[in-house]
């Protein structure tokens, strides 16, 4: 038993990075998202979610065989290998912090209504306060990266990831969506539907979101890793990809084969769970509001790190949460998870916004890494091939469309 316990633990410390982004990504957003395409519109833009996981790998790993070069993350190397490159990182940085503000604020109203929902099932229809809740979060979590370093959070997310995961496969085979309809979905097409384009951009603003790519290169640079890694940097890539796919993939699975064919729509994360009582029983409902606890809080910690982060990586300081800046700005940040509270919009309304703002600033992420990348001066050797270059280049062609489909469904 030490000997399995030994090899997982290798494993999952081989992945570090991988774990931290697979946390920020599948989160409530991305929970919402899928299970609300899933009900919709089954299985038919299953296919925007493959696109997304593989562009997600490509850019990752794009991301990532700069900083293993350089030595230098994201936000460096754009400020300082193009002319006046400042102001397009800057516009990143601010861009990425409003974005996660924003996701912040439904990801912690959507935690605090399922932790309601799950005291009211477990005790005889209790009611606490959703500020009382999110309080009792925000302390714990800030008291946790108050004294905590990058491998405790590696670990916690760890824990919620594999949590997260289990629990969203336990009600898929709870629930037994039919197969077949989801290899349908692996044909491209777009419903001729209001919010079809919205939902397309959505998805692929929480699976190729522009925040993952620049944190790639912070958490490549924080796990130690030199151009030595590169095979451990593209498994580790592989590996997180996979993970997006297979588990927003098993989320919009079980919505399509129930909800869809009962012809059931989905609003919001909470409704989720009263439409899947009837169908798995209350274990069901409770262990699918564990697996969406999990999912949130896996993607707080990352967001409440990103401004510290990326004013680090901007400024070309070292990475130290608890410097006084960073535990002021993680202050700040725990502030604005009380915006569900204060604010009319619903939690997933806030969520949806977020989504599409991720999709709007993909191509200033995109164009960026594909001009690096192919920098001899900057890349020497490691400069990109053909493959990389038409990857890249898709995922340009990609972000052009889905900002398009995010800008369109917006206006």
């Known amino acids: 038993m030490s000997k399995i316990y030994k090899k997982a633990a290798i494993a999952l410390a081989a992945v570090g990075p991988g774990l931290f982004l697979i946390g920020y990504n599948i989160g409530t957003g991305s929970v919402t998202t899928m299970a609300k395409t899933g009900a919709e519109h089954g299985m038919e833009l299953f296919w925007a979610l493959v696109l997304s996981c593989i562009f997600t790998f490509i850019l990752m790993v794009a991301y990532g065989k700069v900083t293993l070069v350089t030595g230098k993350t994201a936000l460096t190397n754009i400020k300082n290998e193009f002319q006046h490159g400042w102001i397009l990182a800057l516009y990143i940085l601010i861009a990425l912090i409003i974005g996660e503000l924003l996701a912040l604020m439904g990801v912690m109203g959507i935690v605090a209504d399922l932790v309601q929902e799950a005291i009211r099932l477990l005790f005889n229809d209790l009611h606490i306060s959703r500020f009382w809740i999110i309080l009792v979060l925000a302390v714990a ?84 890793w030199g151009i030595k890694n590169l095979k451990e940097e593209k498994k580790d890539a592989a590996v997180s990809a ?69 004013i680090s990586d901007y400024t070309g300081k070292p990475r130290n949460i608890h410097s006084t800046q960073s535990r002021m700005l993680i202050l700040f940040a725990m502030l604005f998870a009380f915006g569900s509270v204060f604010l009319e919009q619903r939690p997933p309304a806030l969520m949806v916004f977020s989504q599409a703002f991720q999709a709007i600033i993909l191509p200033a992420v995109a164009i960026p890494i594909l001009l690096l990348i192919n920098r001899k001066k900057l890349m020497g050797n490691n ?29």
């Open 141 to 224: 979590l800030y008291f946790l990266l108050w004294f905590g370093q990058y491998k405790t959070f590696e670990k916690v997310l760890t824990v919620f990831v594999i949590f997260m995961g289990l629990s969203f496969v336990v009600v898929f085979f709870m629930v037994s969506p039919d197969f077949s309809i989801i290899a349908k979905g692996l044909v491209p097409g777009i419903p001729d539907t209001p919010g079809a384009f919205g939902l397309v951009a959505a998805i692929a603003g929480t699976t190729c979101s522009a925040a993952v790519f620049v944190m790639r290169s912070t958490v490549v640079a924080e796990k130690g």
């Open 383 to 411: 400069k990109a091939g053909l493959r990389e270059n038409i990857g890249i280049l898709a995922v340009v062609l990609f972000s052009f469309m889905t900002t398009w489909f995010a800008i369109t469904e917006l206006l």
């Open 242 to 310: 996979s993970m997006m796919l297979f588990l927003s993939g098993v989320i919009m699975a079980v919505a399509a084969g129930t909800l869809h064919v009962m012809g059931m729509k989905l609003e919001n994360t909470v409704e989720m769970i009263h439409l899947f009582e009837p169908i798995g029983g209350d274990i069901a409902a409770f262990v699918l509001i564990l697996g969406i606890v999990g999912a949130g809080l896996s993607t707080i910690f990352p967001i409440v790190l990103i401004a510290p982060w990326l």
